[in-house]
């Protein structure tokens, strides 16, 4: 018989060692707490301008247009500065091993969903309510957390996504009813 004990050890030890540490260049913290990014690539101001109409469609009725494009924008650019703060390594579920064993200050999902919210928290927010969404809750591999966005007064599964955690500080965002990847369930909000 086979002993599978000694080649998936040193697998898992190459695949911890293999991370890759993530750097966003030109993002820092402004006086006032706010992230900032030197310069936005054509790229990233696509990106943020999509974010954007999706929250403005969240409710057009409601939304405030310049809120959301301060939700669309530090939703990006926060991210960048927390990896770098946290000295984050990809892919996660390394930084994860390194967060857990206390070589890292944080990075985990759960720090991504605090930080999120306390960012978007100072903003005193409007048109906007803040909720906790977990999927797999209770399942330690599995379970996972991030911050859900609503239009005022609207329920939880109205809601779009921002997860930082999933590309190591590479925003996705996606609604609710369209994340294949997560069976988001309510965990705590408005607020």
């Not at 247009?65 to 390394?94: C, K």
């Not at 200050?105 to 100072?122: E, F, N, Q, S, Y």
Request: charged share 25%.
């Amino acid at each position: 018989m086979l002993d599978f004990k000694k080649p998936i050890g040193f697998l898992l030890i190459l695949f911890m060692v293999s991370g890759c540490a993530v750097k966003y260049d030109n993002v820092t913290l402004t006086n006032e707490g706010n992230p900032s990014l030197q310069q936005l690539t054509p790229k990233m101001k696509q990106r943020i301008d999509e974010l954007t109409t999706a929250l403005i469609a969240l409710d057009p009725t409601i939304i405030d247009r310049s809120e959301a494009q301060s939700v669309a924008h530090d939703a990006f650019v926060y991210p960048m500065y927390l990896a770098n703060d946290w000295g984050l390594t990809w892919p996660p579920i390394i930084h994860n091993t390194l967060r857990n064993s206390k070589q890292r200050k944080a990075g985990l999902c759960v720090d991504w969903a605090r930080a999120m919210r306390a960012k978007m928290r100072t903003k005193n927010l409007k048109t906007f309510d803040l909720y906790w969404g977990v999927a797999y809750k209770g399942n330690p591999w599995r379970e996972h957390s991030t911050l859900i966005v609503t239009a005022k007064g609207k329920p939880f599964k109205t809601g779009i996504l921002l997860d930082p955690w999933r590309n190591s500080g590479d925003l996705y965002w996606n609604t609710l009813d369209k994340d294949l990847q997560y069976p988001w369930k309510y965990f705590e909000g408005p607020g």
